[in-house]
């Protein structure tokens, strides 16, 4: 994995659709990933698979294709590309040379068992809740919550002493959230996307690294999809999972996935974190706590934060100078160095003035406009303050003697888009270094001439 300069978030659709068609045939042979990637389809092409679903027989494409009216064609290609890309239908040849289409045999078998019921129990026995260290589904959350803030508290560079292992911490590092100097654009517009997205965003960069951690891709995406049909509270055995669904298992227990007392502990209880992320719960279901936001700015550069989270406080000084703090309040002051820094670390303005307006105090919100325009100018023109000089890497080109070599010379560089700058008092002019050996060899040629 790749450090990247801003984040993209790509959804199951678009993940499943990067995978090979072995993966997906091996994907396929587990009901909780079909019934999960079935869910993300769009409402047209869910139609086109219940309308396949009990059909075994290869059907014509001209078939397919008589089901929708000619206004709706657009619509028709797309969810019959949507369909072949992640190989739920398939092409085949009919007797005569007749095109058509045929539902994967394996996603068929298995929708139709969680449709219709039947087939096996995706985990073990479920567990009795009589026992003396069940977990409550407020004890779930709120564990649930702080193993969360773990991973966010890394991020701000208020993580130092929380425990997270060698494998997160480099899944963080390499997906290029963080570097060496801190938190990265990338990770700042991660803190501002919402908790689902957070928690998928994450997951996307764990799957990717699975091969370089000896794990198997199709068990643990398998058992990701196991936990988002589970039942919040309930708790579940690890008996027959598998050596790499057991190393996942202490994986999603770290970024609070799922709770277990000791690592060691023969039953886990799957959270809202990992159920949510197949029911399109909203960010307020998701997490109450930050349903309402904490930042009032004034024209004076002063920004009050009500918060007493330290997360939310170590976020907040990414941008901004703390002053000083008291119970529940925190007083920063939007400086320029401070906000140069953060340019300097990749945040923009943008990404700030988006920042304070997803977490601004109800009582501000009453006011028109939220954040005072004199505060979203001044970030804006000191950003812009960065853009007074651009640096080049570029060749000098020096003692040119007459003015007719220079005029020579200057109008080759200019004429190939390579000349960065010229002075024609004192003959002086800079190529960019992809430019400076046809440069160079046309000033040797001219000099041949001579």
Not at 66 to 93: C, F, G, M, P, Y
Not at 108 to 135: A, I, M
Not at 380 to 396: A, I, P
Request: charged share 20%; glycine share 6%.
């Amino acid at each position: 994995m790749k450090s990247k300069e801003l984040l993209t978030l790509q959804n199951l659709h678009e993940y499943l659709k990067g995978l090979p068609a072995i993966i997906l045939d091996k994907l396929y042979d587990h009901p909780a990933a079909c019934i999960a990637t079935f869910r993300e389809l769009s409402q047209l092409s869910k139609h086109y698979v219940m309308r396949t679903l009990f059909t075994a027989q290869t059907i014509p494409i001209s078939t397919i294709s008589a089901w929708v009216t000619s206004q709706n064609l657009k619509d028709h290609r797309a969810s019959l590309d949507q369909l072949t890309a992640i190989h739920i239908w398939e092409n085949h040849t009919l007797p005569g040379g007749m095109q058509g289409i045929k539902l994967n045999e394996s996603f068929r078998t298995n929708l139709k068992t969680v449709l219709c019921g039947g087939g096996e129990s995706w985990y073990g026995p479920q567990l009795s809740k009589t026992d003396k260290h069940h977990f409550t589904p407020e004890a779930l959350s709120l564990k649930s919550r702080e193993r969360w803030e773990c991973v966010l508290h890394y991020l701000v560079g208020a993580g130092e002493d929380l425990a997270l292992s060698s494998e997160i911490q480099s899944l963080l590092n390499n997906c290029g959230l963080v570097n060496k100097n801190g938190i990265t654009a990338a990770g700042f517009q991660f803190l501002l996307l919402d908790r689902r997205s957070q928690v998928w965003y994450i997951l996307l960069q764990y799957l990717e690294s699975a091969e370089s951690l000896g794990m198997d891709l199709v068990e643990i995406l398998s058992f990701l999809f196991q936990l988002s049909y589970s039942t919040f509270g309930q708790n579940y055995s690890t008996e027959g999972l598998t050596h790499t669904q057991l190393t996942s298992l202490q994986h999603m227990r770290e970024i609070g996935l799922v709770v277990q007392r000791k690592r060691k502990d023969m039953k886990f209880y799957p959270t809202q974190l990992a159920i949510n992320l197949a029911s399109g719960a909203k960010q307020d279901e998701l997490d109450p706590s930050k349903s309402s936001g904490f930042i009032i700015v004034e024209t004076n550069y002063r920004l009050y934060a009500y918060t007493e989270s330290p997360l939310d406080i170590a976020l907040v000084a990414l941008f901004c100078e703390m002053m000083y703090r008291l119970p529940g309040l925190c007083v920063g002051l939007i400086t320029r160095e401070s906000v140069q820094q953060a340019y300097t670390n990749g945040i923009t303005a943008d990404k700030i003035v988006n920042f304070i307006r997803a977490h601004t105090h109800p009582e501000a919100k009453k006011k028109t406009p939220v954040i005072p325009s004199t505060i979203i100018d001044q970030l804006y023109l000191w950003e812009l303050e960065r853009g007074r000089l651009t640096c080049s890497d570029g060749v000098l080109y020096d003692q040119i003697l007459s003015s007719t070599d220079f005029e020579a010379l200057r109008q080759y560089a200019e004429d190939l888009g390579v000349l960065l700058w010229a002075n024609p008092a004192k003959r002086l002019l800079v190529v960019n270094r992809e430019g400076h050996n046809s440069v160079k060899h046309f000033w040797k040629r001219k000099k041949q001439k001579d």
